[in-house]
């Protein structure tokens, strides 16, 4: 019986909704935020409601005990909507809290990954202009306060071990400023993968691990109408074209705000493959309804809070085979916690 070893741990975060106006102090002049009762109500308006401070501690904390309890190197992965309405202010926030500490006039936390922006992608809330209305030219050039889109990021593998190939993709890319997909937070990004086929070898080498980065979710279909959170069909199709003849076996997404692990099924032109897909629920985004929603929203109960959560990815080696497994953790009152039974291990 061989041992497993250990290879490599990414922790997997998304839909922060940093938001200049809600940190711990100093909060600038700007409009107020919107009445809480339209984020609870209105799926596209969630992000609204902007980050939780007490969960931005927590993420800190959680990130400390993972580089403590595991022997690889702890990478940091963000899958889009970094900010609440992509101001500026907001992305030098991301850089300050991600990237190093926040002064301390916002109570001096941070993650201290000087490389976050290595496996971040933008969402669509960062395609903002810069207020509290989505339809609008974008208030930041991404490719400047982000990695430019779409690039892929290659990981070594340790000691002649797979290497893992990150495909950054930008999910909103072909998303008109002002257009019912970007209202209804709808992804179109035909051109990405235009692009990324041009680039990338077909198939992968046989020691090559392929990891698709996006922030909408390529399980998840809107049951709405008009759909909302969903990939937009055409684009759909060109996805799942992608996804088989590149022999992609991970996507991490988010977007949805709940999270989900499981094994997906892709099918192309007769054939099926299956893929680990991750999806992040929101970690850092206000998370709880205010205590005065009786009176804001008279009209019955609101709806069921969401839960923050986060993800750690660990590449094992167990034996002469290799496995990618994922495991959930919740916010509570005391920060992430291992969700029991969460973990999925998926032979590669």
Known sequence: MHPRELLATFLHISDLHLDHRTAAAGMPPGAPLPSPLFYGVIPPLRGYAGHHDIALEHLEEFLEDLRLSDPTPVR???TGDVTRNGHASQFNMAGEYLGGRLPPARASMGLEVR??????????????PGKDNSL????????????PTPETVMVPGPGGNPDI???????????????????FANGEFTSQLWHLDTILPTPPTDNEIR?????????????KTPAQLSIEPSCRRDLESFIVRHKIRVVMCGHVHEHTVGILPVTWNDQTVEVLEARCGSTTQLDRHPLLWPVLWPFGAPPPDHVNSLLVHRLWKHGTAHEWEVSVHRRTTTGFLTEP???IVMPL
Do not use: E, K, Q
């Open 76 to 78: 940091l992965i963000v």
């Open 115 to 128: 490389d976050w922006r290595d496996l971040t992608i933008p969402g669509n809330h960062d395609h903002w």
């Open 136 to 147: 609008g030219v974008p208030a930041c050039n991404l490719n400047s306060v982000l990695n």
């Open 165 to 183: 190939l990150f495909i950054r993709v930008n999910s909103d890319a072909d998303v008109p400023a002002r257009s019912p997909s970007r209202f």
């Open 211 to 223: 990891v698709l980065l996006l922030h909408h979710s390529p399980g998840y279909v809107s049951s």
């Open 341 to 343: 039974d969460s973990s």
